[in-house]
């Protein structure tokens, strides 16, 4: 049976921490706008929180700060609520990190980090 992410904001980390992870193999930057179009919203102003718990998750256990990579698409920097200082050397950080190495983090973990 096919199942779907729950829309409460830690599941949906877990589907966004994915898609950054394989951003981050490749070298890419999203936008907010490229972000929802990839889960499915209607608009980019609702990662806040959800990318809220990943960057806790990540501050949490010494990793490079994932949510680096998601832009305003006007700026070209994180938004106010992810402030990531040096954004261009974090990034090359998250990078360069070997992300498909280590077991994804679970829904519980992203709940916990946010605490």
């Known amino acids: 049976m096919v199942r779907r992410f729950e829309k409460n904001r830690p599941s949906r980390a877990l589907q966004v921490w994915q898609i950054l992870i394989a951003a981050a193999h490749n070298r890419q930057i999203l936008t907010y706008k490229i972000l929802a179009d990839i889960v499915?919203?209607?608009?980019?102003?609702?990662?806040?929180?959800?990318?809220?718990?990943?960057?806790?998750?990540c501050n949490q256990n010494g990793l490079p700060p994932l949510t680096s990579l998601v832009v305003n698409e006007k700026t070209g920097?994180?938004?106010?609520?992810?402030?990531?200082?040096?954004?261009?050397?974090?990034?090359?950080?998250?990078?360069?990190?070997?992300?498909?190495?280590?077991?994804?983090?679970t829904v519980e973990q992203f709940r916990e980090a946010s605490v």
């Open 40 to 57: 499915g919203y209607g608009g980019a102003g609702v990662f806040g929180q959800i990318l809220g718990h990943i960057a806790d998750y």
């Open 77 to 105: 920097v994180p938004g106010h609520g992810i402030p990531v200082k040096n954004a261009p050397k974090k990034r090359e950080e998250v990078f360069n990190y070997k992300w498909f190495r280590i077991v994804p983090p």
